[in-house]
């Protein structure tokens, strides 16, 4: 399974971006899908779950500025960012619990590589 994040990139600070994640392989089924960020220097930190049922959660100061959403027929997993501070300015990185295998319960979670977000002053 491969998961590949995409739409980071320079926004001025104030300014919005779309972050996406689309998983591909040996899929049957994801169940949650994360999305974490790590300022280089610093821990990396969860911003958002969203379940397979579509439940999202935000952790700290994320909520009502980010939205996570998915697509289930797409494997694929989005971030909007709004209001983008310099403080955002980091490495997101998306993670997926898949289960491959029909009718199973098990799932592994799969880490992608990050796409780099910076917001400027």
């Known amino acids: 399974v491969q998961l590949q994040a995409s739409g980071g990139g320079l926004v001025q600070a104030g300014g919005s971006l779309r972050l996406s994640c689309a998983a591909s392989?040996?899929?049957?089924?994801?169940?949650?899908m994360n999305w974490y960020r790590q300022v280089p220097g610093k821990q990396r930190e969860l911003v958002a779950s969203i379940t397979g049922g579509g439940t999202a959660n935000y952790a700290g100061s994320f909520r009502g500025r980010f939205t996570i959403s998915r697509d289930n027929a797409k494997n694929t997993v989005y971030l909007q960012m709004n209001s983008l501070k310099a403080e955002d300015t980091a490495v997101y990185s998306c993670?997926?619990?898949?289960?491959?295998?029909?009718?199973?319960?098990?799932?592994?979670?799969?880490w992608g590589k990050g796409t780099l977000v910076t917001v400027s002053s």
């Open positions: 993670t997926a619990f898949v289960v491959s295998t029909p009718g199973g319960f098990s799932s592994i979670e799969y």
């Open positions: 392989g040996n899929i049957f089924r994801i169940n949650t």
